[in-house]
């Protein structure tokens, strides 16, 4: 079911400036442990956010950023718990921003193997599997994202710079050309995804330095207009 479209957004969003229109940027809470860091991330390029588990709200934001900790079965059942499945595929049918982090991705495909089979989003065909044996699991620390498309999400980010991962678990999208990034490990694994206005990676730009708070100023530059 659809929520109806906004009729009025609720706070500012670029700081230092009061539009006729303002907006929000929405920041889902369901538990994810990473919730102060992406703030903090949000606030250091200079925007504000708002940290919400209230679907109405993500459906009235101009920009909602979907970060990710923990098992995606797990992270699918808080999402429906809150009622919160619909309003992000509400978000994704309607080509609206959506920036998702880390286990934000993994649920976007159909279907993970984690825990045995759970059914996902389904926004993206395909299916999160384990990484493969032989390199420490979990996949902890800094790696290279290889650019695999032109897109401005990269603008002042060098080819192949260092991003923080945390996971076991990696998406496998059937369609090869949503995939924007790859990170070598064991295999070359698909470390993010571009989809009209959906943004999302297997990293976590809130904890890789310059280049991650560059990525955030580059996507709600994208969705925002201005800087």
Request: with cysteine; proline share 5%; glycine share 10%.
């Amino acid at each position: 079911m659809l929520l109806t479209a906004p009729t009025k957004h609720l706070c500012l969003v670029k700081m230092g400036k009061r539009n006729d229109m303002e907006k929000i940027v929405a920041i889902i809470d369901y538990g994810a442990g990473n919730l102060r860091s992406v703030f903090n991330a949000i606030k250091k390029v200079g925007y504000r956010a708002t940290v919400t588990s209230t679907p109405r709200e993500v459906v009235d934001a101009s920009v909602v950023i979907l970060p990710g900790v923990g098992a995606a079965a797990d992270t699918m059942n808080c999402l429906e718990e809150l009622g919160m499945v619909n309003a992000i595929r509400q978000l994704i049918q309607q080509r609206r921003p959506l920036f998702a982090v880390c286990v934000g991705l993994q649920i976007l495909l159909s279907g993970t193997e984690e825990g045995g089979w759970h059914d996902c989003l389904g926004a993206i065909p395909g299916s999160v599997r384990r990484l493969p044996p032989g390199l420490k699991i979990p996949h902890i620390g800094w790696n290279q994202v290889k650019q695999r498309l032109t897109h401005p999400i990269f603008e002042g980010i060098p080819d192949e710079a260092n991003f923080y991962f945390v996971h076991s678990f990696h998406a496998e999208p059937e369609d090869s050309s949503v995939v924007a990034g790859t990170t070598s490990y064991g295999v070359s694994i698909c470390s993010m995804v571009i989809k009209d206005n959906l943004v999302a990676t297997q990293f976590h730009p809130e904890k890789s330095g310059e280049h991650g708070l560059r990525m955030y100023a580059n996507f709600l530059k994208m969705a925002l207009g201005g800087r």
